[in-house]
């Protein structure tokens, strides 16, 4: 798969592709909102973490009504068969085009491949899925592979070949950035010594990482636990409350390294709670709606398109927490 690396894109906010006058659609559209309006049928994971929630404000604003957008919004709680059963709906309304967040990489070739049969072109949007490049029209997110191998590298240069016993908080089973994020994170510890001595799924919830860490805790105690890898900040701020709990102090008898830098995530870090966190910017309305023109305008996209993250110490947290949006 080509991929392009969208430059320009500032750490506040995605930048807006070139806007292009369209008709209608591929899909007929539903004619609801007029002649000129392009009907969308955003299908995204769920509510799950502070980064969804961002991640959704951020496609709402950029396909509103006064961009020339209908939205039809559906959110399925993490469950991919409900997420799939909305974009049969979306196709059965005759959409314009369909953004989907997919929830897992597999079991998408047949509703992609009836999006295709009616004409309706489909924007990936955060996340990939494992279903043939010609159903979808274009990709765009993060690398969630090198997001892996940058909070690895800090692992890596922080603890060396000091024997670490870590725990790892998964992302949901069989999403994209789950299964990147350990590939890359095990890349770049990669004959260190650091060893993971467990490692479960949070689902990418506050509540999930808590729970899952009370469990670490309760079998190898706050002492047999160095560092803690988390997929994403809600699980980490979850854990955090089940280190306290427990009478130990985060970001010194155990430390964390996350991925997200959601508002929560970082604040944690300027209060040192957690020790290293690598950006996944969610602000990625605007380039989707961007795509979603130029693709019904008839015009070639790039099949990949990856946004570029940041990554922040204690330090580097505290001088922009205030100016973040998300």
């Keep these: 798969m080509k991929s392009k690396v969208l430059a ?13 006058a369209c008709s209608s659609g591929a899909g007929g559209g539903s004619g609801e909102g007029g002649d000129d309006t392009i009907t969308v049928g955003f299908a995204q994971t769920g509510s799950e973490s502070g980064w969804r ?3 959704t404000e951020s496609m709402k604003a950029a396909f509103s009504e006064d961009d020339g957008f209908e939205l039809i919004f559906n959110a399925a709680d993490n469950d991919p068969a409900a997420q799939i059963s909305a974009v049969r709906d979306f196709i059965s309304r005759g959409v314009d085009a369909i953004v989907i967040a997919p929830i897992v990489e ?7 491949q009836e999006a295709s049969d ?13 279903a043939s490049e010609d159903l979808y029209a274009a990709w765009v997110g993060l690398d969630f592979t090198k997001e892996g191998v940058m909070a690895g590298e800090w692992a890596a240069e922080t603890f060396g070949d000091t024997p670490t016993r870590m725990v790892v908080l998964e992302g949901t089973t069989g999403s994209a950035p789950a299964n990147d994020r350990a590939e890359g994170f095990a890349q770049a510890i990669e004959g260190t010594g650091i060893e993971t001595i467990d490692s479960q799924t949070g689902d990418f919830t506050r509540d999930g990482g808590k729970t899952v860490m009370e469990g670490f805790i309760q079998k190898y105690g706050i002492d047999g636990i160095d560092l803690l890898y988390a997929h994403n900040d809600d699980m980490a701020l979850g854990a955090i409350e089940a ?3 427990a009478g130990g102090v985060p970001g010194e008898d155990i430390q964390i390294v996350s991925i997200d830098a959601v508002k929560d995530g970082m604040q944690a870090l300027v209060d040192g709670k957690i020790n290293y966190i690598v950006e996944c910017n969610p602000l990625l309305g605007d380039l989707a709606a961007g795509l979603v023109r130029d693709v019904l305008a008839g015009e070639d996209v790039e099949k990949t398109h990856f946004v570029e993250d940041q990554t922040f110490t204690q330090e ?5 927490i205030d100016s973040r949006p998300y």
């Design 316 to 320: 580097q947290a505290a001088e922009v």
């Design 118 to 130: 009616a004409g309706i072109p489909v924007i990936l949007e955060d996340r990939t899925v494992t």
């Design 53 to 55: 929630s961002a991640n």
């Design 8 to 20: 320009g894109i500032a750490l506040l906010g995605a930048m807006t592709l070139a806007a292009t």
């Design 106 to 112: 597999d079991g998408w070739d047949d509703v992609l």
């Design 243 to 245: 280190i306290e709990a």
